[in-house]
């Protein structure tokens, strides 16, 4: 039986992750933060299926202990401080746990574990304001935010250590994706939640923002920039992708995206059309939620992952918002709430 660990176990894609590793016959280790694992998170449901390794991934000590507990055929290297707007007021940790930690563990595969194949989780946000109009493996990053540079930093490290030491590390740069298991501070997530609050005619939500104020308020959904536009995918369909990678002859960078565009414009109207509602009616953009610098116009030209690995993505934009609105609505169906 093969053994895989996955960092970020508690995460969205940690958990789709696990479930497709389990359903192909592996022993899954889950890295976890002790707090994170004892409260609700993604992974909840396969606390009898997995082995949770305790630790952080800004202590080298426990990166290192949780690769000779496990000693893995695969590693999946998943955690990370993952919200790039956080990433300004959190820009320190960012890098010890994203740029800093992805070292750490390199160094713990190198010296205990080096014959393991290690998938690490690169980013779109990498391309930053980019100029061209897709993006490949080739194209150069233009990191515009915190989140962004410490990626750029840790994925060089996967270059070095794949070619100064020989480790087998692939690097997967995943465009956006999205799910319904996205915590409720992701932008995609908000407008599920906002859809879902405008189908129960819920105008306070239970739910609170960063500012501490309900999600909706007053019937209202705030969000940021509406005109940004992204490539947006569903993580079920790219944690495939990422166990595709480890499976390969070689180890190599994938851009990893749908190669579709929409802009949170079109999300919103997806999200509220599937509640029969106008999304105009609910949604206003303010000033105070747009980020110091944003991420320009990001689109995957996934051209390699297809032909090198046939990875195709099965669930279309529409049918991921569909299930995130639906999600939202079983969910605040559970919940007390005030109704108009
Ligand atoms: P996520 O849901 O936010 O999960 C992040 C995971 O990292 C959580 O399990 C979190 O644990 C863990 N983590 C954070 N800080 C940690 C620390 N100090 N020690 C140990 N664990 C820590 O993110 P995701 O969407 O699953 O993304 C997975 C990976 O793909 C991330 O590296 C992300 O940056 C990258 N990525 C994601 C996307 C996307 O659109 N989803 C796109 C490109 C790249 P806690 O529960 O303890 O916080």
């Not at 997806?270 to 009616?281: G, H, I, L, N, P």
Request: hydrophobic share 40%; glycine share 6%; net charge negative.
């Amino acid at each position: 039986m093969k053994k895989a660990l996955i960092t970020g176990i508690t995460g969205q894609d940690g958990s789709f992750l696990a479930e497709l590793l389990l359903e192909k016959g592996y022993q899954v280790f889950g890295f976890a933060r002790r707090e994170s694992w004892y409260r609700q998170n993604c992974a909840s449901h396969l606390n009898q299926r997995i082995e949770v390794l305790f630790g952080d991934m800004s202590e080298g000590v426990d990166i290192a202990s949780a690769i000779q507990d496990a000693k893995p055929d695969e590693i999946y290297n998943l955690a990370s401080q993952s919200r790039p707007g956080e990433s300004w007021v959190r820009s320190a940790e960012t890098l010890l746990v994203n740029g800093l930690g992805t070292i750490r563990l390199f160094e713990a595969i190198r010296h205990h574990c080096p014959d393991s194949r290690v998938y690490h989780a690169s980013s779109s946000e990498m391309f930053g304001q980019a100029t061209s109009a897709t993006q490949n493996e080739q194209t150069p990053f233009n990191p515009v935010n915190p989140y962004a540079a410490a990626k750029v930093y840790a994925h060089q490290m996967t270059k070095i250590y794949r070619e100064s030491y020989g480790l087998f590390i692939a690097s997967g740069i995943l465009f956006n994706h999205e799910s319904e298991r996205r915590p409720l501070h992701f932008v995609t997530q908000k407008i599920a939640y906002g859809a879902a609050c405008a189908a129960l005619q819920i105008t306070d939500s239970p739910d609170l923002n960063e500012m501490g104020r309900p999600i909706v308020e007053n019937g209202r959904l705030a969000l940021g920039n509406l005109n940004i536009a992204r490539d947006w995918g569903y993580a079920g369909d790219f944690v495939r992708s990422m166990w595709m990678m480890l499976q390969a002859d070689t180890p190599d960078d994938y851009v990893v995206g749908t190669g579709k565009i929409h802009t949170l414009k079109d999300l919103c109207d997806f999200a509220y059309q599937s509640v029969d509602k106008d999304w105009r009616e609910s949604v206003v953009s303010d000033a105070a939620l747009v980020r110091p610098l944003e991420s320009g116009q990001t689109l995957a030209d996934p051209t390699k992952v297809r032909l090198k690995l046939g990875w195709e993505p099965a669930i279309c934009f529409e049918e991921m918002v569909e299930k995130m609105v639906h999600a939202q609505i079983q969910r605040l169906k559970t919940i007390p709430i005030k109704t108009c």
